[in-house]
């Protein structure tokens, strides 16, 4: 059975928020069935020719509130020295994490996790910022991070 949207008179149908935007409870006169949806998602950009004057790549803003919690990335192409990525919100406010540096295609990187500074208010703009001088500037970058969506 499938969770159906609620409406206020329908007496057959049920549905209660639980601990999480994400989790509802849904029943009817016979059973309970909990279903949760997915609160961690992701979201991935491609730059090309990414060069270290590369800052305040403007490259997400969300519908509504979200906190930034992991980011990694990857590099294609000669990757002689790849590119360390911190982000910021679009005013500017630095979120608190380790720099990430980015791996080479085919190599898993590590997430590095963001501790403050990591809430943006819906339609609050987000950026990328190079922090060294990468070699060579006509690599392609794959910058990704990790987003729970807070609680309306």
Known sequence: MKCKKC????????????????CFECHN?????????????SACFTIENLAAADDDLLVFSNDVAITVTAGWGHCIGTC?????????????????????????????????????????????????EVTNAVSPETDTY???FSYTIDAQ
């Open 7 to 22: 409406k206020k008179k329908e007496s057959l149908w049920g549905c209660s928020q639980l601990n999480s935007p994400y």
């Open 29 to 41: 006169k016979r059973n309970m069935i909990k279903r949760v949806l997915d609160y961690i998602k």
């Open 80 to 128: 002689t020295t790849n590119a360390t990525i911190d982000f910021e919100d679009s005013d500017a406010n630095k979120m608190t994490m380790t720099d990430f540096t980015t791996s080479d295609w085919g190599t898993e990187p590590t997430p590095q996790a963001i501790s403050g500074n990591n809430t943006l208010i819906a339609y609050e703009g987000f950026s990328a």
């Open 142 to 144: 794959l910058i990704c």
